[in-house]
């Protein structure tokens, strides 16, 4: 996560009336993370996915996501744009929660159908 690599911490990206969740492909990135850090800072990266998974909600891929998700893998091969698989299972959890996509990669969401994304760098 862009967050924890700029050392940004959870209080610096989200408001006070933001509606967060988080949807669970992102907790599998973020352990990769842990797992591949250097041991002088796998303790931090953990501790980071710890706070996540303590404050925000996870949502999980069920069947609201999963065909939030079929529609957005239709979309990208009718556009002939192909996506990273785990970008897509994000955006589609953001579109079956009704919620905006927060990424420091806006261009893996843009022209998603119903998919509002903006950047959490200034």
Not at 25 to 44: K, N, Y
Not at 73 to 99: E, Y
Not at 103 to 112: E, Q, T
């Amino acid at each position: 996560m862009d967050a924890d690599r700029s050392g940004s911490s959870l209080e610096d990206l989200i408001a006070d009336d933001d509606e967060v969740a988080v949807a669970a492909i992102t907790i599998a990135e973020l352990l990769v993370g842990v797992h591949l850090a250097d041991p002088g800072r796998r303790s931090a990266h953990q501790e980071f996915v710890d706070d996540i998974t303590e404050v925000i909600p996870i949502v999980d891929y069920d069947a609201t996501v999963a065909a939030s998700h079929a529609e957005l893998l239709v979309a990208v091969r009718r556009q002939g744009r192909p996506r990273g698989a785990h970008d897509l299972i994000i955006a589609a959890t953001a579109k079956a929660t009704q919620r905006e996509v927060v990424s420091a990669d806006r261009s893996a969401y843009d022209d998603l159908p119903g998919i509002a994304v903006r950047s959490h760098r200034l």
